[in-house]
């Protein structure tokens, strides 16, 4: 059986800022390519076939580094696509809060039971990823395969695929996180 090594697209500035991003075209800060060389010299040591990431800027420049360190070709996957949050997008947490701070608290409380207008739930995000990451693995049931995704859906991916629970969503969406190697 292989593994899949999956990996959280670098810093961008919304996200030094607080800004809800979801799935916005949003350039890597110099810490996030950073991040990217830093990743890829450690997953380089983990010899991937392949590597696959979202269509987002970020999610594309952050694979694309770590591409060109292990001498691979990048293809990107629609369905990778970070999270949407609708009309949500560029908000701070702290205008978030603010604005809606009812729905800002049942989204911290249970991620799964909120949709952003406009966005797409927690669970539809979960549903479509799982779908992709088990698309690119049948074909390659044996190789490790590297995948870079957005924030959420890096936190998605890691509760759905390691933690069976969502129970810290909001750590893993909260803190900057490292690559995670799952199976094999």
């Keep these: ?5 999956l990996i959280p697209a670098g810093q961008t500035d919304w996200r030094t800022q607080g800004r809800l991003a979801g799935d916005m075209d949003l350039p890597l800060t110099e810490l996030g390519h950073r991040q990217a060389v830093a990743t890829g010299q450690e997953i380089t040591k983990l010899a991937p076939a392949l590597i696959r990431s979202g269509p987002e800027q970020n999610t594309k420049q952050t694979a694309s580094l770590i591409a060109h360190q292990a001498n691979l070709r990048l293809r990107t996957v629609k369905d990778l696509r970070e999270m949407s949050l609708g009309h949500w997008q560029g908000l701070t947490l702290e205008d978030f809060e603010e ?7 049942q989204w ?6 909120i949709e952003p207008p ?5 669970a539809d995000s979960a549903a479509r990823l799982a779908a992709a990451i088990e698309k690119i693995q049948k ?5 490790v395969i590297a995948v870079v995704v957005g924030n959420y859906a890096f936190a998605i991916l890691r509760c759905r695929l390691i933690d069976n ?7 893993y969406v909260d803190e900057d996180q490292t690559y995670k190697v799952i199976g094999g």
């Design 165 to 171: 629970s969502y129970e810290d969503f909001w750590t």
């Design 99 to 105: 604005r809606f701070g009812k729905v800002y608290r």
């Design 139 to 143: 074909k390659r049931p044996d190789d």
């Design 1 to 5: 059986m292989g593994k899949l090594i």
């Design 118 to 122: 406009d966005g797409e739930t927690v």
């Design 108 to 113: 911290r409380a249970d991620p799964l039971s």
